[in-house]
């Protein structure tokens, strides 16, 4: 689902970050001074697949305050499929091996009839 999923709706498979920033301003003591950045801000990065198709990227983009709580649920909401996916999967794989194994054993049991 991983790439797909980045393709549909890059924005909900990132992570939130806050940060403390600078303005801009020369003369702004956010200019030389790290703890006189301002903020902390939001921010929503994530990884985007490049146009080859092989590598990423690393994207990012601001959150309003308001924002945060949805796009943070939304973010959950993508990890729960993901994990509920990965479980389907799991089972199935299991489901498979208990298969293989009970064809293993009619053959075995074929064969020592003969
Ligand atoms: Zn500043």
Redesign the pocket.
Known sequence: MAWEARWEDPQSVGWLVQEHV??G?AN????RDRA???GPYWYLYWRECAEDEETTRLRKRYVRREEVNTVRARIETTKAEERREREEIGAEMEWLRNLSAALREIRTRRRSRR
Request: proline share 0%; glycine share 10%.
């Open positions: 600078r303005c301003k702004c003591g956010c200019a006189a950045r301002h």
